[in-house]
């Protein structure tokens, strides 16, 4: 059986656990505990959609962290969510909104993708 990817849809969380499909609410003390052992996980609403992805901090001290990740017309954004404990519903839906708008206004060059680093997307005209 194909692995499925967890996802948010609305306040709830659906995901394979041994097999079978397990459903937590989102902000539950369920939900961070799960948050604790997940890697990735796919968010959609009426806001947005956007793939979010645990990662280490590049110098190894910072901890783990939450990015999420958007790709619309071949171009690729993300953002950073925050540490688990900050991944309620409101700061998902504010980063999907946030996804949107960059890559909708990317098209017409006003905002920028991800920098070669991995940086968030930018909405400035910053000189590097």
Do not use: C
């Amino acid at each position: 059986m194909a692995k499925m990817t967890p996802l948010v849809r609305g306040d709830r969380l659906i995901y394979q656990q041994d097999e079978h499909e397990q459903v937590l609410a989102v902000e539950t003390p369920a939900w961070f505990v799960w948050l604790e052992t997940a890697s990735t996980f796919a968010f959609t609403s009426d806001t947005g959609t956007f793939t979010a992805r645990k990662e280490r901090a590049g110098n190894q001290r910072g901890g783990w962290y939450w990015k999420a990740y958007r790709t619309q017309h071949g171009k690729h954004f993300s953002l950073y969510l925050g540490k688990a404990e900050a991944l309620t519903l409101e700061r998902l839906n504010a980063v999907a909104q946030a996804l949107a708008h960059t890559s909708n206004r990317d098209a017409g060059g006003e905002a920028s993708s991800s920098d070669e680093r991995g940086g968030a997307a930018r909405h400035d005209h910053d000189t590097r």
